[in-house]
């Protein structure tokens, strides 16, 4: 949750001094991310656009980038917060993780549940299956969902994500993919089934109670 406000000093007022002073001190890479740190945690409006403009610059380092699109998230309006989904979603590949898991705030608004499981998809790749925060924000992005076809289209799309075949997965250690989505699981198997028909359990919902079940009994 990148809800901000606690920092006593960051206010409104400080937005145009911000703003200013960041060009000013751009070859100073702490300097640069004290400002960006400010901005975000102040949403400072004033700062939206120079922070969209180093979200975007693939020659900034991973903290800088980051910082920028907190920034861009909470003081960004609606153009820029738009933008920056689908510069999110066409570069994910390439982007530091820890910007796909917090662009996962603007679920299901601007980000749908395709979209959803291809970020989270990206999160993974590679020998990193860390999930970076999906583990613990996964179940409150599912709450945001109330429909049940997108709920049984999340959940498939996390099962297949997970891999292995029905009954397979109760003879094997849960891998480190699983530990960190059982929870998104769980919570989208468990909204499936109270909004389904109370004499419907959808196949997606069993499987995923069954899957999560048999890896606690082991």
Avoid at 23 to 30: S, V
Avoid at 50 to 75: K, N, Y
Avoid at 104 to 125: C, Q
Wanted: glycine share 8%; charged share 25%.
């Amino acid at each position: 949750d990148l809800t901000t406000g606690w920092l006593p000093y960051a206010r409104d007022d400080l937005g145009s001094t911000v703003a200013s002073l960041y060009p000013r001190h751009r070859a100073h890479k702490g300097a640069t991310q004290l400002l960006l740190r400010i901005a975000w945690l102040g949403a400072l409006q004033d700062c939206a656009s120079l922070a969209q403009d180093a979200a975007f610059d693939a020659s900034e380092d991973s903290t800088t980038r980051i910082l920028a699109g907190r920034v861009v998230l909470v003081a960004g309006d609606e153009k820029a917060r738009r933008e920056y989904a689908e510069f999110v979603l066409a570069d994910r590949s390439r982007l530091p993780k820890v910007m796909l898991c917090d662009a996962l705030d603007l679920f299901p608004s601007l980000i749908g549940v395709n979209d959803l499981l291809a970020v989270v998809e990206s999160m993974h790749d590679g020998d990193d299956d860390s999930g970076h925060g999906f583990e613990w924000e996964g179940p409150r992005l599912v709450d945001r969902l109330d429909s049940a076809s997108d709920l049984e289209r999340l959940l498939c799309g996390l099962l297949t994500q997970m891999g292995g075949d029905l009954g397979e997965y109760a003879h094997h250690p849960a891998t480190k993919r699983e530990e960190v989505y059982f929870p998104s699981v769980m919570t989208a198997a468990l909204r499936l089934l109270m909004v389904s028909p109370q004499e419907t359990a959808p196949e997606a919902a069993i499987d995923a109670v069954l899957r999560i079940a048999n890896q606690i009994g082991r």
